[in-house]
T-cell receptor, first 114, second 115 residues
Framework: SQKIEQNSEALNIQEGKTATLTCNYT??????LQWYRQDPGRGPVFLLL?????KEKRKERLKVTFDTTLKQSLFHITASQPADSATYLC?????????????FGQGTTLQVKP | DVKVTQSSRYLVKRTGEKVFLECVQD?????MFWYRQDPGLGLRLIYF???????EKGDIPEGYSVSREKKERFSLILESASTNQTSMYLC??????????????FGPGTRLTVL
């Protein structure tokens, strides 16, 4: 069955540094991958989508890469700020046509210290 | 902006009670989803609806049912609540578009505790 793995350990970095989060998947070839941000006690909020034929996608200080050979996506936040502290979820399409169903990783918590 | 609302932020129920969780979206989205989120397990899909009165089981439907009588409203029902259904419940909606490749919009979540 499809499996998604995100680093379950929290990532602690210093303000101004680049945070890099990893999403690995197995037994699957998704057509696209999405990243969401979730703050404590709130629902996830969409950040970026990257398609299988795209190597990299950027949005302001965010960058996502998608390596279908390695079956891995990397999520980077450059010039990180304490306000970036949150849990970040990767999600892959469920592979069921246009339903838009997603499979989510368990998330990685990022803590940016001032 | 798309808004997805859920009827309660916090809910405490007794074992065996019938529980209704309501979700409403205001953007005329066809697709709606119910997830539960537990520490270390991430979001798991309970049920999915792609149109009014249409539903499809997700990965963990046991112990749950759903109702979609109107396009904007998707209800999750726990027929007889059990302690292992204590969790954070999240509703989401999306516009399927032409390829399905679009984001999901989430509600704020309902933290359900079953005693």
């Amino acid at each position: 069955s499809q499996k998604i793995e995100q680093n379950s350990e929290a990532l602690n970095i210093q303000e101004g540094k680049t945070a890099t989060l990893t999403c690995n998947y197995t037994n699957y070839s998704p057509a696209y991958l999405q990243w969401y941000r979730q703050d404590p006690g709130r629902g996830p909020v969409f950040l970026l989508l990257i398609r299988e034929n795209e190597k990299e996608k950027r949005k302001e200080r965010l960058k996502v890469t998608f390596d279908t050979t390695l079956k891995q996506s990397l999520f980077h936040i450059t010039a990180s700020q304490p306000a970036d502290s949150a849990t970040y979820l990767c999600a892959l399409d469920h592979g069921s046509g246009n339903t838009g169903k997603l499979i989510f990783g368990q998330g990685t918590t990022l803590q940016v210290k001032p | 902006d798309v808004k997805v609302t859920q009827s309660s932020r916090y809910l405490v129920k007794r074992t065996g009670e019938k529980v209704f969780l309501e979700c409403v979206q205001d953007m005329d989205h066809e697709n709606m989803f119910w997830y539960r989120q537990d520490p270390g397990l991430g979001l798991r899909l309970i049920y999915f609806s792609y149109d009014v009165k249409m539903k499809e089981k997700g990965d963990i439907p046991e112990g749950y049912s759903v109702s979609r009588e109107k396009k904007e409203r998707f209800s999750l029902i726990l027929e007889s609540a059990s302690t292992n259904q204590t969790s954070m419940y999240l509703c989401a909606s999306k516009d399927p578009g032409t390829s399905g490749k679009s984001e999901q919009f989430f509600g704020p979540g309902t933290r359900l505790t079953v005693l």
